[in-house]
């Protein structure tokens, strides 16, 4: 096994003033100022006999010549040693909290200030703080996705105040991750697909779940006799039980389009997007958690197909996907398709329900065999008609001349059509509203399963 003959890969901003790099420096305007104003204090005092001028110049050319020779003696005169941006923590939730650290050499002042980035707080408020060899600030994202930090502004000077230099840190791409949210829904599925996992099936087989109690036949294993039965019988008894199996869980986004909550709503209110994305984490993590194979298609080009996997690691590349999405990439291309499903998938689709072509794809996955529940992510107070009263709303205190509310409401009037329209076709709809969203729908499901049916004759 051959190794690479760069050695190993250092990350670029871990190591202040790496191979002798030197930021150049320049005077600043108080050792100009001082210098002129010394030298000036100087020469009226010798052309005009005052030597009264020397006391009021010499202390300005002494701090100079101090200054020049702290900087001779300390072998800066090439330059002082550069900045390095830092980040906390490169992956955090939404709501949390990471560090940015701006590091330089010992003894330097160093100056950062960093822009605001939109749905995130910096602390101090305005981004920008002092400190010695190292300035620290603080961001808060709430929001998911790519969030780059910088670039950052940084001014170096010494402890003197004689010499500075200015530097701009390329940005760094932090990831937000959707929050944690634990789904409070059951954990059964309407239909069972493979041969082992946490959810019993219908038919009995191997496995771990007592089925019945009954009378011991050829081919029956022996380590499964009930030896209590079967004394107080007289006859051998056998445990039997059910089988385990576990399921394909399809999520379908719909990042087709972002709509915003209206201008009333609260500052933190989620957009459809926001809602989306958290409605399909909360999801993953619930069906992964419980064992079950889970896989992503977007219809958007926003986070990308994620193939189908199980465990702790499938729910890392998901959330990854999801972290490393930026919010305005892939808003203005077409929909995709997803050709074929797996019958008897469990397809939980994340969409606001605005585009033909989702509504399109939901009866497709329908007329595949699978197991459709749409989560609705339109924001609430999207159509709100309480906000109506036959005059333009105010925002702001100013009137708009455009009547967007009452627009809303007559949208979303006609997409309520299309929502009892998949209803009485059998695709349960339920708005994203927290964790426990999915579970009267879950529970339908599953009760409409193993309901009796009919024989047809």
């Not at 230099?165 to 791409?173: C, D, I």
């Not at 089925?211 to 019988?233: A, K, M």
């Amino acid at each position: 096994m051959s190794s690479s003959p760069t050695g190993p890969r250092r990350d670029p901003g871990s190591a202040p003033g790496r191979g002798g790099e030197r930021l150049p420096t320049r005077p600043t305007a108080a050792l100009v100022r001082a210098a002129i104003v010394g030298c000036a204090a100087l020469a009226l005092a010798v052309l005009l006999g005052r030597p009264e001028l020397i006391l009021a110049g010499l202390p300005l050319l002494v701090w100079a010549l101090i200054a020049i020779a702290r900087r001779i003696a300390r072998e800066e005169m090439r330059g002082t040693t550069p900045a390095v941006l830092r980040l906390g923590r490169g992956v955090i939730e939404e709501d949390a909290t990471t560090a940015i650290s701006v590091r330089s050499a010992p003894g330097v002042l160093t100056t950062a200030t960093a822009p605001m980035q939109p749905h995130a707080d910096l602390s101090p408020r305005y981004g920008s703080l002092s400190g010695d060899g190292e300035a620290r600030l603080r961001l808060t994202s709430h929001r998911w996705g790519r969030v780059d930090v910088g670039p950052v502004h940084v001014l170096l000077t010494d402890s003197l105040g004689a010499f500075r230099a200015q530097q701009t840190l390329p940005a760094r791409a932090l990831q937000v991750v959707p929050a944690s949210t634990v789904l409070d829904a059951p954990v059964s599925v309407p239909t069972p697909i493979g041969v082992s996992g946490v959810h019993l099936s219908t038919r009995r087989g191997d496995g771990t779940a007592l089925s019945e109690v009954r009378q011991f036949r050829p081919g029956d294993r022996l380590h499964r006799i009930n030896w209590r039965v079967t004394s107080r019988t007289g006859k051998l008894h056998t445990n039997a039980t059910f089988t385990e199996q576990d399921t394909d869980v399809l999520i379908v986004t719909d990042t087709t389009a972002d709509v915003r909550p209206a201008p009333w709503a609260d500052d933190e209110a989620p957009s459809s997007l926001d809602m989306t994305i958290r409605a399909t984490s909360a999801v993953a993590r619930h069906y992964l958690t419980a064992g079950d194979r889970v896989s992503l298609f977007d219809l958007g080009h926003l986070i990308g197909p994620v193939p189908a996997g199980t465990g702790p690691r499938q729910l890392r590349v998901l959330t990854d996907a999801l972290s490393r999405s930026r919010r305005e990439d892939g808003l203005a291309k077409p929909a995709r398709r997803l050709r074929s499903v797996r019958t008897g998938t469990l397809t939980v689709v994340c969409s606001p329900l605005l585009a033909p072509t989702t509504i399109t794809q939901i009866g497709e996955l329908v007329a595949q065999g699978a197991d459709v529940i749409v989560v609705d992510t339109v924001p609430p107070s999207i159509g709100d008609v309480s906000v109506l009263r036959g005059r333009s709303v105010r925002i702001n205190d100013a009137s708009s001349e455009r009547f967007w509310p009452e627009a809303w409401a007559l949208r979303r009037m006609l997409r309520e059509r299309t929502v009892r329209e998949l209803r009485e076709a059998g695709v349960p709809v339920t708005a994203w509203e927290g964790p426990s969203s999915l579970a009267p729908v879950l529970l339908s499901l599953s009760q409409a399963r193993s309901a009796p049916r009919m024989r047809r004759s």
